[in-house]
């Protein structure tokens, strides 16, 4: 069965509600894709514009493709007595991006701001998320095995690092001329 592959990226809030009576909140993500659910880490920075800079995978079966509709992202706030208050969500309609990455084998949505509901239905403040849409598992898998490979060429980090990489005939070749003038100016 020919599976998906969707990337969510969480940049950063901002905006958002302080629901912290004392103390300063530690914002953290819930991202629900279909019946996946996955959490992000908490967020670091001031309470003014948490970041998290997170990205998710969530791999979609043919059904999942055909059917899911949106991606909900809550913003929690870390209580130090309660599991978590409630901060907003931004609920986020991907089927769209699902259809077109589908037809194209892959698609790649920059981050956008999305603004951020409370629990009234008012808006407070954005959250920014990208995302990527990657139509089969094994073009997925040989994209992230290239930038594996693209890492491991990393430019030399010390100067003996780079002397070691250059060919030795390259050095010869390089000390070599001047010695050999120097040796025909000695001779006349």
């Not at 629900?32 to 670091?44: F, H, N, P």
Request: with cysteine; net charge positive.
């Amino acid at each position: 069965m020919k599976t998906g592959i969707l990337e969510v990226l969480i940049v950063n809030a901002k905006g958002i509600r302080h629901t912290n009576l004392v103390g300063t909140p530690s914002y953290y993500v819930v991202i629900e894709c279909g019946t996946q659910t996955q959490r992000s880490k908490v967020s670091s920075g001031k309470h003014e514009k948490p970041c998290w800079n997170e990205k998710f995978i969530f791999e979609l079966s043919l059904f999942d493709c055909k059917n899911l509709a949106h991606v909900n992202c809550r913003i929690m706030d870390r209580e130090l007595f309660t599991n978590g208050g409630f901060v907003g969500e931004a609920k986020i309609y991907i089927s769209g991006i699902i259809s077109e990455g589908n037809e194209q084998g892959y698609i790649e949505i920059k981050p956008s701001a999305y603004n951020v509901v409370l629990e009234d239905g008012t808006y407070k403040g954005q959250i920014k998320i990208g995302f990527k849409f990657i139509a089969n598992k094994e073009k997925y898998v040989m994209e992230i095995r290239d930038q594996f490979i693209t890492e491991k060429k990393e430019p030399c980090h010390s100067i003996y690092e780079c002397i070691w990489r250059i060919s030795w005939s390259k050095i010869i070749l390089f000390f070599c001329p001047k010695k050999c003038s120097k040796d025909k100016n000695k001779r006349s």
